[in-house]
């Protein structure tokens, strides 16, 4: 397996792994999660910022590593130390994630565009969770759909159907298209199944506590 290949399977199990939990997990895991978060958030600025410096592939070279591993360790250190912008980070990714997958099913391909679209859906998505102080539900389903779209996108990355460099366009590459956003929506209601059972699972206990 040459380099680029190794980089595509890794990138693939970490979009795998934080996918998986934030769909059977996001919303009640919080807490445990926040440094997660936050470390999530931190792996891909270090390494978009590289990218955007260097050129070529999302952790195509050794600086993009070091970067990356650097802003996970300092953001998710952040997070765990101060709950409050742990919250904002989790919001923040997910929005992002959740805006990029908009923008992707509305046909944009342009760098600018997905991420302007993202940071708009991550702000947006800031200022309801602060107004409406977090509420359970909106976490539920901000994750289960972000964690559908990770590990839908770390499938499609690990069978070949993209390459890292195509991480942010992958359900604009992808075809048929159909298939992996119909894959997409089934793991979202797999997620809001679990979640929410689990939720009112805790309900009951919590009362008669």
Not at 182 to 204: C, E, M
Request: aromatic share 12%.
């Amino acid at each position: 397996m040459d380099a680029g290949g190794a980089n595509d399977f890794v990138l693939a199990i970490v979009l795998l792994g934080v996918g998986a939990v934030l769909v059977l997990w996001g919303g009640a895991a919080l807490r445990v999660l926040i440094a997660l978060a936050g470390a999530f958030v931190g792996f891909f600025l270090g390494a978009e910022l590289v990218q955007d410096q260097a050129g070529g592939e999302l952790l195509g070279t050794f600086w993009g590593w070091v970067a990356a591993i650097v802003g996970a360790l300092v953001l998710g250190i952040l997070a765990y130390l101060w709950y409050w912008l742990g919250v904002v980070l989790w919001v923040a990714a997910m929005g992002y994630v959740l805006g990029v997958f908009l923008a992707n099913a509305f046909g944009a391909d342009e760098d600018w565009v997905l991420m302007t679209v993202g940071l708009a859906v991550a702000a947006v998505l800031v200022v309801i969770a602060v107004i409406a102080r977090l509420p359970a539900m909106l976490l539920i389903v901000v994750s289960a759909w972000a964690g559908a779209s990770l590990v839908v996108t770390g499938a499609m990355l690990l069978f070949g159907e993209i390459d890292s460099e195509q991480v942010d366009r992958a359900f604009t590459v992808a075809d048929p298209a159909w298939l992996w956003y119909g894959a997409v929506a089934v793991i979202f209601i797999v997620g809001l199944i679990v979640q929410l059972g689990a939720t009112s699972r805790r309900s009951p206990q919590n009362i008669g506590g």
